[in-house]
Every structure is written in structure tokens, then in C-alpha cells.
């Protein structure tokens, strides 16, 4: 069975601008998480969602939004970046949801500059 | 504020030593603790403790929750170099809205 998967693995964005991030869960997977991972900070929790409805949500500003397809792929979103959004930002995904047992994936390794 | 704390903060041993990390909390509507390893960018799950004295096992590595004292152990047992990691606790909380408040992880070195 094929992992999680994030795309892009790297990015380099400047200010201002604004990022979608993807992420594949495992097959059959419904719940996908994201996270933020931060040398200062460690792993945050940002969002779950499950059968395209977000379930819950941690405590992160409005410019960080998220969506779940209809397959279960989901899309993070950030707008108006800013130098401490560099982070590596992990998808998460497992069958029952509920922030319990969880896949990651590799991440992706966000960069503003 | 919810925090999890987790020590020590780094620790290097010799193969085959055992090894306990710790892991206490401090988190409203208590769920559950959660161990993960981290070795190079995807955490991978060891346990989820929901219940206070039970210990959970898994080969060399076990765990065990104390919900009146607020902390989790995790415990490896004759170590490998493989299990160079750094070890991550989160703790589950909430109601409705269910979060996961991260520690920042025990560093653990095992050297041959």
C-alpha cells in the first residue's frame, strides 16, 4: 500500500505571497491532518479533515485554510506569507480520524524569504 | 495554557541499555497521550494510552500512563542503533474540537 504523499517537497516563496500545499492520504485513509514543524515551536497542530468537512482546527491565524476533495486529497493553503510561516508541514492521514493513530508523510519544506 | 513537556531533552547511551523517556502534561478535557518516532521527517506511531495504568507493549518498547500524576513513560529495552531517533508525545484534548499539543521530543543517541 502506498504512503502519504506531499507535493511540492520544496518551495521557495517570497512575502506577501501566498502557497497550496497538497497532500495524497493512504487508500482508503478519509481523515487527513496537518501540521507545522518548526526548530523554535516543534509540531503544531493545524487542521483536520474528514469526508470533506473540517473537524478540527488548532490555534492558527485565518491565512492558514485547508480543503478535502472528494477522493480524500487534501490542499493547505496559505496567504499573505510571512518570514515565520518557514516551516516543514506534514500531512497526516488515518482511517478513523479523530487524531489517534496517523500516517505522516515526508513533508513539505516551506521556505519565505 | 496547554503544554507538554517532555525530558530529557537529549540523551545518548550505549547499545543494549535501557532507556525511559518522560513525558508530562498539563492539558483541559484530557483524551489521550500519544508516542511517536522521528527519524528523519515522518513521524511514525508507537502507542496511544487512554487509560491510566495500563501498559502498552510493543516488542522492546512499552509505555504506561498516569493520569493522576499527568505523565507517560516510554521505555526501550535493550537498544539498537535503530532506534536513533528523536521521540515525540503529543497529548489529545478537547470536546468538540479535538487538538493535539506536542512536546518538544527526546533526542536519543545510541551509540555501538
Known amino acids: 500500500k502506498a504512503g502519504v504523499t506531499q507535493t511540492p517537497r520544496y518551495l521557495i516563496k517570497t512575502r506577501g505571497q501566498q502557497v497550496t500545499l497538497s497532500c495524497s492520504p493512504i487508500s482508503g485513509h478519509r481523515s487527513v491532518s496537518w501540521y507545522q514543524q518548526t526548530p523554535g515551536q516543534g509540531l503544531q497542530f493545524l487542521f483536520e479533515y474528514f469526508s470533506e468537512t473540517q473537524r478540527n482546527k488548532g490555534n492558527f491565524p485565518g491565512r492558514f485554510s485547508g480543503r478535502q476533495f472528494s477522493n480524500s486529497r487534501s490542499e493547505m493553503n496559505v496567504s499573505t506569507l510571512e518570514l515565520g510561516d518557514s516551516a516543514l508541514y506534514l500531512c497526516?492521514?488515518?482511517?478513523?480520524?479523530?487524531?489517534?493513530?496517523?500516517?505522516f508523510g515526508p513533508g513539505t519544506r516551506l521556505t519565505v524569504t | 495554557e496547554d503544554k507538554v513537556v517532555q525530558s530529557p531533552l537529549s540523551l545518548v547511551v550505549h547499545e543494549g541499555d535501557t532507556v525511559t523517556l518522560n513525558c508530562s502534561y498539563e492539558?483541559?478535557?484530557?483524551?489521550?497521550l500519544l508516542w511517536y518516532k522521528q527519524e528523519k521527517k515522518a513521524p511514525t506511531f508507537l502507542f496511544m494510552l487512554?487509560?491510566s495504568g495500563i501498559e502498552k507493549k510493543s516488542g522492546r518498547l512499552s509505555s504506561i500512563l498516569d493520569k493522576k500524576e499527568l505523565f507517560s513513560i516510554l521505555n526501550i529495552t535493550a537498544t539498537q542503533t535503530g532506534d536513533s531517533a528523536v521521540y515525540l508525545c503529543?497529548?489529545?484534548?478537547?470536546?468538540?474540537?479535538?487538538?493535539?499539543?506536542w512536546g518538544a521530543g527526546t533526542k536519543l543517541i545510541i551509540k555501538p
Open positions: 503529543a497529548a489529545m484534548r478537547g470536546d468538540s474540537n479535538y487538538q493535539l499539543i
Open positions: 492539558v483541559t478535557n484530557f483524551r489521550s
Open positions: 487512554t487509560s
Open positions: 497526516a492521514s488515518s482511517f478513523l480520524g479523530g487524531l489517534g493513530e496517523q500516517y
